[in-house]
């Protein structure tokens, strides 16, 4: 059974940090392409970050420069650094994993006050 557990979302004033964790298993984490995306209420869906198996990565252009995503494959989990947190970074955050025919956590809310 696939399970993604993200944890580490809160409440955060503008300027904050947070990092968010997702604990994967039932896949091959080592092989497995692994995502971060958003949802904000009456908005879309959108790609966040994505770390590949080999550790490359890709940003959103509005988080670049601001999160950083990794990877470590000897506890199945991946990471988002959030630091210089905005307003319009509140949403429910969720991974993703291309693994089979791929799979979504729950997700974790992060919510930034001005």
């Known amino acids: 059974q696939v399970q993604l557990v993200e944890s580490g979302g809160g409440l955060v004033q503008a300027g904050g940090s947070l990092r968010l964790s997702c604990a994967a298993s039932g896949i091959i984490f080592r092989l497995s392409v692994m995502d971060w995306y958003r949802q904000a209420p009456g908005k879309q869906r959108e790609a966040v970050a994505t770390i590949s198996s080999s550790g490359r990565f890709n940003y959103a252009d509005s988080v670049k420069g601001r999160f950083t995503i990794s990877r470590d494959s000897a506890k199945n989990t991946v990471y988002l650094q959030m630091n210089s947190l905005k307003p319009e970074d509140t949403a429910v955050y969720l991974c993703?994993?291309?693994?089979?025919?791929?799979?979504w956590g729950q997700g974790t809310q992060v919510t930034v006050s001005s």
């Open positions: 993703h994993t291309t693994y089979g025919p791929g799979y």
